[in-house]
């Protein structure tokens, strides 16, 4: 999925082996990333806001978790988070 120069297409992105901290009622969470080579990120730690659908209670800080991603340029949003 999604190969080459996608970064400022809005598509799905997917985030594997990553730790979070979460801000659940901010409706923030931080991932600790691994390189996300289809939209040219390194391993980085950053904080992104979450989509309004997405259910925060199923995972905690310190989880490993898969996550989606749909934006562009610096401007991401969580669409899926889930317990790996
Ligand atoms: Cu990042």
């Known amino acids: 999925m999604g190969q080459g120069s996608a970064e400022s297409r809005g598509e799905n ?9 979460l801000n659940a009622a901010g409706k923030k969470v931080t991932f600790d990333h691994a390189p996300m080579p289809e939209i040219d990120w390194p391993a980085m730690k950053m904080e992104f806001p979450v989509a309004p659908s997405v259910d925060l ?3 905690k800080t310190g989880d490993k978790v898969r996550f ?9 949003t969580v669409q899926s988070i889930s317990p790996q």
Do not use: E, P
Not at 13 to 21: K, Q, T, V, Y
């Open 13 to 21: 992105r997917r985030g594997d082996r990553n730790r979070d901290a």
């Open 68 to 76: 989606t991603l749909t934006g562009s340029g610096k401007n991401y």
């Open 57 to 59: 209670s199923k995972v």
